[in-house]
């Protein structure tokens, strides 16, 4: 099939925040990140305000929301304190993610499934407050599924452990999960939920995920940071826009 439109690149600064957060200081500025990221050719900036704070504050999602002229996806937990942040804020987009405070980034995909009644109850205000609600999953039609019956209107899919095959230089395994990734934007497309993607993107593993019709934004953010320190974050982005527009027939 023809590409679904214009593929969205949401860039997202949380570990800006965490280079700030190691002095305690107010340097370097995430919103000033943000700013950079939007002028570089980002379709939005992603954020993910964590319980423990560990990187993106309070202050930061209120700076955003009045800085920001492209949208902001807030990523969070599924917790009252959550979501009485982001019914205050009303931002573009939520994303709905699993969070363990003793992990490093998130690890994977939400269990929807598992939890379908109290996950339908919990995004219901999100969108009668007009908030686009992502859920932040594995590519395993039992978890689409449950996403498209709890009124979910995007799936994000996690490409983590595509990425990390692929750095350890399993590619059959990488291709393997690929596959899956494929199929499942697909799947996910036929139930009418519309797809994103993102976490351990990079240079070199971004094309075959661009490449995929149903898919409509990418988000990306660590390998953007940490690129940004040698090249600087809008030659970072540039390269990063390139690569996903060449992945597009």
Partial sequence: MEPLGK???GVNIDHVATVRNARGGAYPDPLRAAKLAEEAGADGITAHL???RRHISDADIDGLMEVLSVPLN???AATDEMQAIALRHKPHAVCIVPEKREERTTEGGLEVAREENKLAHFIAPLRDAGCRVSIFIAADRK???AAAR????????HTGAYCDH???GNHDKAQE???ALRDMSAYAHSLGLEVHAGHGLTYDTVKPVAAFPEVMELNIGHFLIGEAIFRGMTPAIAEMRRLMDEARP
């Fill in 7 to 9: 593929l969205r690149l």
């Fill in 50 to 52: 964590r319980e423990d």
């Fill in 74 to 76: 807030f990523e969070m």
């Fill in 143 to 145: 978890q689409i599924e």
């Fill in 150 to 157: 709890i009124g979910a209107e995007v799936i994000e899919l």
């Fill in 166 to 168: 692929f750095a350890e």
């Fill in 177 to 179: 999960e690929l596959k």
